[in-house]
């Protein structure tokens, strides 16, 4: 009997777990500098391309993710649809530098960067596609100096 409910407790556990990660992959929150990034703001040499006049959609890839291909299109297709917006896609082993600096676990990462490489938001996991519309609004829309 004990191992009966010691196997529903485990159930239970990973169900709740599960949830938990598929509400919270692939949402575009807000970023709050984790003091790791020396200055917060990505560069063109860092990503080894031109940034977005306006704003960049910086993704972080591997070989092997099948979320990736589909972060691909729909940051591809955001881009396309916003004058002054680029689609940057790196692949995570090959930048480990950055992944680190950044603090990228997992794959696909995507930073929303406004024009001058500062981070707006972050998603960890395939962003919906209004998702990053509304982001990008937040990369875009005006700024308030404090």
């Known amino acids: 009997m004990t191992g009966l409910w010691a196997?529903?407790?485990?159930?239970?556990a990973?169900?709740?777990?599960?949830?938990?990660?598929?509400?919270?992959?692939?949402?575009?929150r807000a970023h709050r500098g984790s003091g790791d990034e020396v200055d917060?703001?990505?560069?063109?040499?860092?990503?080894?391309?031109?940034l977005g006049e306006k704003a960049t959609l910086l993704q972080?890839?591997?070989?092997?993710?099948?979320?990736?291909?589909?972060?691909?299109?729909?940051?591809?297709?955001v881009a396309g649809m916003v004058d002054g917006v680029a689609h940057v896609e790196l692949d995570a082993e090959?930048?480990?530098?950055?992944?680190?600096r950044l603090n990228v676990v997992r794959t696909p990462?995507?930073?929303?960067?406004?024009?001058?490489?500062?981070?707006?938001?972050r998603a960890t996991g395939a962003p919906r596609k209004p998702d990053v519309?509304?982001?990008?609004?937040?990369?875009?829309?005006?700024?308030?100096?404090?």
């Not at 169900?15 to 575009?28: E, P």
């Not at 090959?94 to 680190?100: A, E, G, K, P, Q």
């Not at 519309?133 to 404090?146: D, K, N």
Request: hydrophobic letters at 50%; aromatic letters at 6%.
């Open 7 to 12: 196997a529903a407790t485990v159930l239970a």
């Open 14 to 28: 990973a169900t709740a777990f599960g949830l938990l990660w598929r509400r919270r992959s692939g949402v575009l």
């Open 40 to 50: 917060g703001i990505i560069r063109p040499d860092d990503v080894g391309t031109e």
């Open 60 to 77: 972080f890839s591997s070989a092997f993710c099948a979320p990736c291909r589909a972060t691909r299109r729909v940051l591809g297709e």
């Open 94 to 100: 090959s930048n480990l530098d950055l992944v680190r």
């Open 109 to 121: 990462t995507v930073f929303v960067l406004d024009d001058a490489g500062r981070i707006v938001r």
């Open 133 to 146: 519309i509304a982001a990008l609004g937040a990369a875009v829309g005006p700024r308030t100096e404090g």
